[in-house]
């Protein structure tokens, strides 16, 4: 619901700042007042393109906003898909600089124009004698009916199984394609990953192998040195452990004076135990080593293949490799399990399939069920807005394809005149009378849907009298159940709102400016009396003016 409206610096506005109501709303002004600026700048902030000539004074920016009371609508999805704060009461803010730039605003959160514009259109549904284009297309017909038939709920469930049979349609047709293609690839694929099987990849082995082989190929240099580390240690004059053993025997015998002379006997007592154990090991090291060319040839056959594979295949890791063999052996894998693959695919099409035609089924069930109704009451409200011989041609076929909506294809004509032909609304219907039509639509579905804020500009042109107080009617009827706009010119219509603004110019040495202004109840009369007879007020139009207000 539109709660407040501020315009500043926008064509005859200097500054503008009204707040509304709920229910049904009407909008009067003499022509040329500026009931179409005010629409104007209505439309700016739900995202419509704008330039200079936009602005009162050039050297000023334009600042619209728009605030709504939103807390009725689903739109907290929206929000996090643009990543926009919600809030129940939102504000939505168009800029106009003097630059010719603009910004939009939800929530203080700059956006795009094309998410202002997604968000206004579900905010605010305005509709004029020029746009009735909606009326006309098949999606929007057959809303109307699914709105009687109560088919939120098969739709919902058909939306969800359509996605998943669209889904299960393309990797079908995936598979399909890679069984095409891979054939030729599959050879050289089996090729590539036996080549990486016969070497028994495994992490580490690399390095493992690589050690070995600098240990092979130079044997004799690690027995001269090994020999050298064991004579260092057990040489007879002049080895390490003959000497610390003598250094052992000189700190046991101060040991017993004093325990710092302990604590360095017990020290030297391990570095002994230690150098001894090293000793030890150096002996076996020493005996175990021992040249192996077959060996040796062995270890550097596996390297060079690691290497050749590695160069083949780009990598510089066994674990890069050990990846691509992974990623070979799902492709081999795949191209021999495709065809029960496909066979699998298939059948989970089918049985998708099976369902989305189900629902359709109800859904075209429901659809033809209340079509009868649907056209009496539309040929009831047309026949009480000057359409008497009204009638409509309403069918539903099922249609060759899956569509977003159902599987139907829409037959919606219409005549307007007694023995004339069908036809669709956008080719034999006036705009005079696609705007009656409208209406009786969107009253229609007001009842079974949570509809946007609804304005009206100037729908009732062309009419007067009792139809003009029946379309009156009927908006104030829908504003039982939401808020209702109405820009009119007719007093019929205006004194069904449950309250009424005037808009008027007025001109100084400054130049002109529009103002927008609530009625009090005495205004109100003497606006609806000078809409029935003139400036000049005379009793009866007061009198008038009264009745229609009571």
């Known amino acids: 619901m539109l709660t407040n409206l501020s315009i500043r610096n926008y064509a005859l506005i200097d500054d503008l700042n009204v707040s509304f109501s709920d229910g049904f709303t009407t909008i009067t002004g003499e022509t040329g007042a500026g009931k179409s600026i005010l629409l104007g700048g209505l439309s700016l902030v739900l995202g419509k393109r704008a330039d200079l000539s936009t602005l009162k004074n050039k050297e000023q920016k334009c600042v619209i906003e728009a605030e709504f009371e939103i807390s009725k609508y689903r739109l907290t999805d929206f929000f996090k898909e643009y990543d926009l704060d919600f809030e129940d009461v939102t ?8 630059s010719g730039k603009s910004r939009a605003f939800v929530n203080d959160s700059p956006v795009t124009l094309d998410v202002l514009k997604q968000l206004g259109n579900q905010l605010i549904d305005v509709h004029s ?18 709105a009687l038939a109560g088919n939120a709920i098969h739709l919902e469930k058909y939306t969800e199984h359509l996605s998943r049979y669209k889904t299960a349609t393309r990797q079908l047709q995936e598979l399909l394609d890679f069984q095409s293609s891979s054939t ?17 990849l495994t992490e580490g082995m690399q390095e493992e192998l690589e050690t070995e082989h600098g240990q092979l190929s130079n044997v004799e240099h690690i027995m001269e040195l090994l020999s050298q580390g064991h004579s260092l240690l057990n040489d007879e004059q002049m080895g390490l452990l003959g000497r610390f053993s003598d250094l052992k025997q000189v700190f046991q015998g101060l040991s017993y004076y004093g325990q710092e002379y302990e604590a360095l006997n017990q020290r030297i007592q391990s570095v002994f135990i230690e150098m001894d ?6 002996e076996h090291l020493k005996d175990g080593v021992e040249a192996d060319p077959e060996r040796l040839h062995l270890v550097n056959s596996k390297l060079q293949q690691l290497y050749d594979l590695q160069k083949k295949h780009q990598a510089s890791t066994v674990s890069e490799l050990i990846d691509i063999k992974e990623n070979l052996s799902l492709k081999v894998d795949t ?3 495709i065809d029960a693959k496909i066979k699998e695919k298939e059948n989970e099409l089918a049985q998708i399939k099976e369902q989305v035609e189900n629902l359709a089924a109800k859904i075209r069930s429901a659809r033809n069920a209340v079509i009868p109704k649907l056209k009496n009451r539309l040929q009831e409200s047309l026949y009480a807005l000057g359409m008497p011989s009204a009638t409509f041609n309403i069918a539903v076929q099922p249609s060759d394809a899956f569509k977003s909506n159902g599987a139907d294809d829409l037959t919606f004509l219409f005549s307007a005149n007694k023995g004339s032909d069908y036809g669709e609304l956008k080719k034999v219907a006036s705009g005079g009378e696609l705007s009656r039509i409208m ?5 229609i579905l007001a009842e079974y849907e949570q509809l946007p804020t609804m304005m009206f500009d100037e729908i009732d042109t062309g009419v007067s009298g009792e139809i003009s107080n029946k379309m009156g009617e009927i908006m104030q009827q829908m504003g039982n159940s939401m808020q209702v706009f109405s820009i009119t010119h007719l007093p019929q219509v205006a004194s069904k709102g449950k309250q009424q603004f005037k808009v008027y110019k007025e001109e100084s040495a400054e130049g002109t400016t529009t103002h927008m202004k609530k009625l009090s109840s005495d205004e109100r009369i003497s606006e609806l009396a000078e809409m029935l007879g003139g400036k000049a007020l005379s009793e009866s139009a007061l009198a008038h003016a009264k009745q229609l207000l009571q």
């Open 277 to 282: 154990d090293i000793s030890s090991e150096l």
């Open 335 to 337: 191209v021999a399990n």
């Open 91 to 98: 504000i939505l803010r168009r800029e106009i600089l003097s």
């Open 129 to 146: 004698q020029h746009q009735t284009l909606q009326l006309t297309e098949n999606d929007f017909q057959l809303r109307v009916v699914d």
């Open 439 to 443: 209406l009786t639509i969107k009253s």
């Open 184 to 200: 030729k690839e599959h050879d050289y694929n089996s090729f590539l990953l036996q080549e990486l099987n016969a070497v028994s």
